[in-house]
């Protein structure tokens, strides 16, 4: 059963198509920036896991409301206006730039004035999206596999993040890396970053935080991994003893990790995650100094 709920994701096998769609879902993010409302931290601009498969929060263009959904399980970009326009994109082999194109011409005849900056974020020799027909691959049987895995991921981070009661961001997905993470802030600030750093680096690192997430992984890292990490590190942190067995501190990445591969494997995969997230974020803010009486709580199990 632990390994319908947590399929194998073997980075080779969907790279090609994991590559197109972290553009493809950038291209969307790139809208939810213009449109999105300008919470902090670039929580306004983050996708959300659904029941179907990525969406944006609701977004604006003037009085009128939008909103965008990567539907995997029927292949399809969704698009649904306040005034009851619909559009779709089919999610097929194609193009970056045929994606893009798609995109803003479908938010043309809904009457949407969107315009964004093309180039792509967070990634080595971007290629502006109108630009990019090098990433086309697409399978769509890969791409759900990765949807099922984030919707456990999100349903176990959110159900475990309750004892927490300080500031929190939702559990969202971040297109840029692209991960689904939740973060914890201790309500301090946090030293300046370097001014080299993008503006929105430096605002979603104003303050102390403890994060952790999921990351599919890269072709320097070819594996996904849970992580968790606190900015700043404290003194410490990095030779901090964490469970489950399987996790250790990434002196590449500067965080600890826990591969995907050992959780799914495990025999309780929500309790390998619960370790992990518990005794990353208990030894980081024990040794960060965190006012751990007044942001935590006990919850009694009633069940």
């Given amino acids: 059963m632990a ?14 198509t994991y590559a197109t769609l972290h553009m493809w879902t950038q291209v969307v993010g790139k809208i939810a920036v213009k449109h999105g409302p300008a919470l902090n931290h670039s929580w306004g601009s ?26 995997f399980t029927d292949e399809r970009l969704n698009l649904r206006t306040s005034d009851a326009r619909t559009a779709t994109v089919p999610l097929k082999a194609m193009a970056v730039a045929d994606f893009y194109s798609a995109v803003i011409e479908m938010c043309r005849r809904a009457g ?12 080595p020799s971007p290629i502006p999206f109108e630009r990019d027909t090098v990433h086309h691959s697409y399978d769509g049987a890969w791409a759900e596999v990765f949807w099922r895995i984030l919707v456990q991921v999100d349903r176990v981070l959110n159900l475990h993040r309750g004892s927490f009661v300080g500031k929190s961001s939702p559990v969202h997905f971040f297109w840029g890396a692209p991960d689904l993470a939740v973060t914890r802030f201790s309500g301090k600030t946090a030293p300046p970053r370097p001014p080299e ?48 067995a399987a996790a250790y501190y990434h002196a590449e990445l500067k965080e600890f990790v826990l591969p995907y591969s050992a959780v799914r494997t495990s025999n309780d995969p929500d309790a390998a995650i619960y370790a992990f997230v518990d ?25």
Avoid: C
């Fill in 3 to 16: 390994e319908d709920l947590w399929p194998d994701l073997p980075y080779n096998a969907w790279k090609d």
């Fill in 46 to 71: 983050t996708l959300r896991v659904t029941p179907r498969g990525l969406a944006t929060r609701t977004l604006y263009d003037g009085v009128r409301s939008f909103a965008f959904e990567f539907d």
């Fill in 112 to 123: 949407l004035r969107v315009k964004i900056w093309t180039t792509p974020v967070e990634i």
């Fill in 197 to 244: 750093e993008p503006e929105f680096m430096r605002e979603a690192y104003s303050h102390e935080v403890i994060s952790h997430g999921f990351w599919p992984g890269n072709d320097r890292v070819p594996e996904a991994l849970f992580y968790a990490y606190a900015g700043p590190a404290p003194p410490g942190f990095s030779e901090a003893r964490v469970q489950p």
């Fill in 279 to 303: 005794s990353t974020y208990e030894q980081a803010a024990t040794l960060a100094r965190w006012d751990r009486d007044s942001l935590e709580r006990r919850i009694a199990n009633t069940l």
